[in-house]
């Protein structure tokens, strides 16, 4: 995510604790945040995909992913 946007994020929160925030305001917020947390959960998602576990006796396993 741009810092741009961070900053806008994080400029939102500080306006929030000042004031209310006016509903164009709070959409922004809403969009940056799914945003945000969609990338992160993306870069999340690829650190898991390549992470091994290594058994006792030395034997390499892939994370598989949950089933629901």
Do not use: C, F, H
Request: net charge positive.
């Amino acid at each position: 995510m741009e810092n741009t946007k961070l900053d806008r994020i994080n400029e939102l929160a500080k306006l929030a604790k000042e004031r209310e925030l006016t509903a164009e305001e709070l959409s922004e917020r809403d969009a940056l945040r799914k945003e945000y947390i969609a990338e992160w959960r993306r870069g999340a998602e690829q650190v898991l995909e390549n992470t091994y576990l290594v058994t006792p006796d030395g034997k390499k396993t892939k994370l598989r992913k949950r089933e629901k």
